[in-house]
Nanobody
Framework: QVQLVESGGGLVQPGGSLRLSCAPSGTIFSINDMGWYRQARGKQRELVAVISRVGSINYADSVKGRFTISRDDAKNTVYLQMNSLKSDDTAVYFC?????????WGQGTQVTVSS
């Protein structure tokens, strides 16, 4: 069973920045897509950003120009740099990775943007 370990969430003021990280707990080979989703209270989970194995990237319109997704395949780690955070970005952020055996999700990390 693949377990993903997320870190970097927390409380930040509007306009601030956070960097999320996510990596599997064991040795994993051939990770395809890696991505971040978020779920705000009372809302459905939505895509934030996804990066393919060859580096193709898609962002939700709401985060374009503010968030940057990247991956380090040597460390099997995916990052989400979040700048110019807004209160609307408050949510639980989940990372996910796609392997041949299926798609796996982290447990989520809370990001709260508030003054």
């Amino acid at each position: 069973q693949v377990q993903l370990v997320e870190s970097g969430g927390g409380l930040v003021q509007p306009g601030g920045s956070l960097r999320l990280s996510c990596a599997p707990s064991g040795t994993i080979f051939s990770i395809n897509d890696m991505g971040w989703y978020r779920q705000a209270r009372g809302k459905q989970r939505e895509l934030v950003a996804v990066i393919s194995r060859v580096g193709s990237i898609n962002y939700a319109d709401s985060v374009k120009g503010r968030f940057t997704i990247s991956r380090d395949d040597a460390k099997n780690t995916v990052y989400l740099q979040m700048n110019s955070l807004k209160s609307d970005d408050t949510a639980v952020y989940f990372c996910c990775i796609a392997l041949r055996s299926g798609t796996y999700w982290g447990q989520g990390t809370q990001v709260t943007v508030s003054s």
